[in-house]
């Protein structure tokens, strides 16, 4: 099946769902590249992305899995390769 490469944006709103935000990104872990997070304490929010290489369908789901979550936003950008 083929594969593409994508950056996943995540802003975390309500810390009460990162326990389950992280169940995910385990979920999906053969797929994931990379992540990397940055705590915002500013404006109280964590920013985090996520590198992944996987179906189209896959990313959808995962990206729709996270955006379902209380105060959890999430955004896929595709590379053409």
Do not use: C, F, H
Not at 46 to 71: E, T, Y
């Amino acid at each position: 099946m083929e594969t593409r490469v994508a950056v996943i944006g995540i802003i975390v709103e309500n810390r009460e769902s990162a326990a389950a935000l992280n169940e995910i990104l385990s979920e999906y872990g053969d797929y994931i590249i990379g992540r990397m997070g940055v705590p915002y304490r500013k404006r109280d929010i964590n920013i985090i992305s996520v590198a992944v290489d996987a179906p189209q369908n896959v990313i959808n789901a995962l990206s729709g899995k996270i955006g379902r979550l209380d105060g959890v936003y999430a955004k896929a950008a595709y590379s053409n390769v």
